[in-house]
């Protein structure tokens, strides 16, 4: 059974930091790997996809990697924002490539 | 891009009374959808998977009978949330599948609150 783990849980930056958070996984046999931002009280918006033959992918300020051998992905966010605030899942296909297992989350809070 | 949308985004009922949750592909077919809740402060959690014009695949230790899961046509399926109490409370996401862009998305979710 696929299990997804997000550290850390929670994350407190001033403005203007880069940061890194971390997913990993038990199973690497996965398809793809996909990054999600939620909102307090809202639903999903997805970040960015990387595909199992990818290593890494880019939109704007993220970049996330992937390196399925370890079974870890990272999501790199540049000069961050308060507007960053939210909590951030990694999600990947678990017992066929269309479930997908969500991580446990990192909560971010970006202080201006 | 694809749309997957959910109605009613919020709810409040009373315990006991039984709850439909809509979840529409708005521009592409879907043979699969899935169902998740998410607790408070957790993570979504795979409820089942809706499978257009069969029966749906419940998750280990969710109650087929307490959520019923109906997938009538390529763009539209329910949960119904039967004879629902305050522990059912929780944000209920949806996702589809567009086979033709091998894509999954996500709907932006229902708040369930019983009384």
């Known amino acids: 059974k696929q299990e997804v783990t997000q550290i850390p849980a929670a994350l407190s930056v001033p403005e203007g930091e880069n940061l890194v958070l971390n997913c990993s996984f038990t199973?690497?046999?996965?398809?793809?790997l996909q990054w999600f931002r939620q909102d307090p009280g809202k639903g999903l918006t997805s970040l960015l996809l990387i595909q199992s033959s990818q290593r890494e992918q880019t939109s704007g300020r993220l970049n996330a990697s992937l390196d399925k051998s370890s079974g870890r992905s990272t999501l790199y966010i540049a000069a961050s924002q308060p507007g960053d605030s939210a909590t951030y899942l990694c999600?990947?296909?678990?017992?066929?490539?269309?479930?997908?297992?969500f991580g446990t989350g990192t909560k971010l809070q970006v202080i201006p | 891009g694809a749309v997957v949308s959910q109605h009613p985004s919020w709810v409040i009922c009373k315990s006991g009374t039984s709850v439909k949750i809509e979840c529409r592909s708005l521009d592409f077919q879907a043979t699969t959808m899935f169902w998740y809740r998410q607790f408070p402060k957790k993570s979504l959690m795979l409820m089942a998977t809706?499978?257009?014009?069969?029966?749906?695949?419940?998750e280990q230790g969710v109650e087929k009978d307490k959520f019923l899961i109906n997938h009538a046509s390529l763009t539209l399926s329910t949960l119904t949330v039967t004879s629902a109490h305050p522990e059912d409370s929780s944000f209920y996401i949806c996702?589809?599948?567009?086979?033709?862009?091998?894509?999954?998305?996500f709907g932006p979710g229902t708040r369930l609150t019983v009384l």
């Open positions: 809706s499978n257009e014009g069969s029966k749906a695949t419940y």
């Open positions: 199973d690497s046999a996965i398809y793809n």
């Open positions: 999600a990947v296909p678990s017992g066929g490539y269309q479930k997908v297992t």
């Open positions: 996702s589809a599948i567009d086979s033709v862009a091998d894509t999954q998305y």
